[in-house]
């Protein structure tokens, strides 16, 4: 039996995700790049809980950057995914919809043109599964002061979502996204570079898990990121830390704390470690509810299911739920002559509903834990 696995962001947040990337310690230019890249990568995936093997995916990806003429450059990603498992424990649905076998297949395009003092970028993203079709478009842009010691950053990008399941719960619903980012990236000190970053994201639409009993959620999400970053260069060491806290909030109540960390430290020889951290926090949406056994019908119902009114807000995804989680990471990198670049990366994931700082967590949500690998070669010219 198949099930949806909706994208973990919006596309149109993706696209402006990706306005703003802070770079290393240098000063902030608005140039092209001197020449093109092709990278190859691949991601494999595999999460379990409490004895549970659940989802496996292997992501295969290319991406091309390349300039165009002096002032102008394009780049593009193309993404396969396989993905294949079972539901989240203790959250599956009665509907059948516990195992799951899906392909998804998306890419993306960009193409800057740079001006003496700032950029503009126009974007376009597509994302295709069996039951879910994602369209996005954006347009970015960056001004810069005449020192180049400062960059600020406007964006604005909307998506498109179309949301057929197998179960024919609902047949050709639609969810549309309007995102606005601002940001500000500065160099502090010759050895530090500082960036804010705020996004608002409204939703309205179709925003169910049609594979959930029992999941029924407002038609509109309203969602305010807040992300700080610093970029530290260590002279002792020759290494670059990179620190960032983010913030978020939407109208189904959830709030969440992202802090990360990571070390770039150069070894010679071309290689270089990644090690890094990153813990996170959230609230539960207010109408998430625990499937766990109260003294009435238990798992999946919710509780007071008996005098329910049938359009009652609820949903049991895990997602919504209040939880805390760790990711911890060493990735290697080897530059080999000037044109080739080797990279592998390991992360190990935990994430527990006691875990959840501020407020309670979600105590039915069993520990999940998940492990990804991730392979990278990128050729220049």
């Not at 691949?42 to 091309?64: E, K, M, N, T």
């Not at 109260?294 to 329910?308: I, K, R």
């Not at 002559?337 to 992360?347: I, R, S």
């Amino acid at each position: 039996m198949t099930t949806s696995r909706q994208p973990p962001q919006d596309l149109a947040a993706s696209l402006l995700a990706a306005a703003l990337l802070l770079p290393g310690v240098q000063a902030l230019a608005d140039e092209p790049p001197q020449g093109g890249s092709i990278s190859l990568r691949y991601l494999d995936y595999a999460d379990r809980q409490s004895g549970l093997d659940r989802i496996r995916a292997h992501s295969p990806s290319i991406a091309v950057t390349a300039p165009v003429a002096s002032d102008w450059s394009i780049e593009g990603t193309l993404t396969a995914d396989d993905v294949s498992g079972a539901s989240p424990r203790y959250h599956t649905a009665v509907s059948g919809a516990s195992h799951m076998q899906d392909e998804r297949k998306a890419g993306d395009i960009a193409v800057t043109r740079y001006f003496r003092r700032g950029t503009l970028t126009a974007g376009a993203a597509y994302s295709t599964e069996h039951d879910y079709v994602s369209r996005a478009l954006s347009l970015n842009g960056t001004v810069s002061s005449e020192d180049n010691n400062t960059t600020w950053a406007f964006g604005i990008a909307g998506s498109r979502d179309r949301i057929d399941p197998v179960n024919h719960v609902v047949v050709d619903e639609h969810k549309r996204t309007l995102s606005i980012l601002a940001g500000v990236t500065r160099v502090l000190t010759p050895n530090d570079i500082g960036q804010l970053t705020l996004t608002r994201t409204n939703g309205d639409g179709y925003f169910n898990d049609p594979y959930k009993l029992f999941d029924n959620r407002p038609r509109s999400r309203r969602q305010n990121t807040v992300l700080l970053r610093w970029n530290h260069f260590v002279d002792s060491t020759g290494g670059t830390s990179r620190l960032s806290y983010r913030y978020y909030s939407d109208s189904f109540r959830i709030r969440a704390h992202t802090l990360s960390g990571e070390y770039v430290q150069p070894l010679g020889g071309g290689w270089s470690i990644v090690p890094e951290l990153r813990l996170y926090t959230q609230s539960a949406a207010y109408f998430y509810y625990d499937p766990v056994y109260d003294g009435t019908l238990g798992p999946p119902f919710p509780p007071g299911f008996a005098s329910a009114e049938p359009n009652r807000l609820s949903s049991p995804d895990q997602r919504l739920s209040g939880f805390g989680a760790v990711t911890a990471g060493l990735k290697v990198q080897r530059e080999i002559g000037k044109l080739w670049t080797v990279d592998v990366k390991v992360e190990g994931y935990e994430q527990r509903g006691n875990w959840r700082l501020f407020h309670d967590g979600s105590p039915g949500l069993a520990p999940l834990h998940a492990r990804i690998f991730q392979v990278g070669l990128t050729r220049r010219w």
